[in-house]
């Protein structure tokens, strides 16, 4: 009696272990969807010297009416100030349906600048630009 009672102990502990790790293994499976299907919000933080302004906004012009025309995307916002040192601060936010299309957009725009023969990198060098770039997702709501 006491074999057959800690044979099924044994068992039922082997088949809950395997369904623990199934549903783990499930769970992540599903929060790697959840965030593939998540709005993102590409942020971007430029630090810009007042006298290159103005060669900054016309990009930045060009920039947003290029990706407003693009698949997934929803929205987009743009925000200023002018510093303690005198430089001007500009953050855009832009907000892309899901991954896949925000990822497809960083293409276009590339092969965009491609055509034009449009070199950011050395933009920014020129100009004295810095930039801080980063992805979001939306907080959970209380």
Do not use: C
């Not at 088949?15 to 942020?43: G, P, R, V, W």
């Not at 630090?47 to 407003?68: A, C, D, G, M, T």
Request: hydrophobic share 40%.
């Amino acid at each position: 009696m006491k074999t057959h009672l800690l044979i099924a102990i044994i068992v039922l502990a082997l088949f809950s272990s395997k369904t623990n790790a199934q549903s783990a293994t499930i769970n992540s499976h599903l929060e790697t969807k959840k965030s593939e299907n998540m709005k993102q919000i590409f942020i971007d933080k430029f630090i810009v010297p007042e006298k290159s302004k103005q060669e900054f906004l016309e990009r930045v012009n060009i920039n947003r009416n290029f990706i407003k025309n693009l698949n997934g995307f929803i929205k987009d916002e743009a925000y200023e100030r002018t510093d303690e040192h005198g430089n001007f601060i500009f953050m855009t936010i832009a907000v892309w349906e899901n991954e896949a299309v925000l990822k497809k957009a960083k293409e276009a725009v590339q092969s965009s600048y491609k055509k034009e023969g449009f070199d950011i990198a050395e933009m920014f060098a020129r100009l004295k630009i810095t930039m801080d770039r980063n992805i979001y997702k939306e907080s959970a709501k209380p």
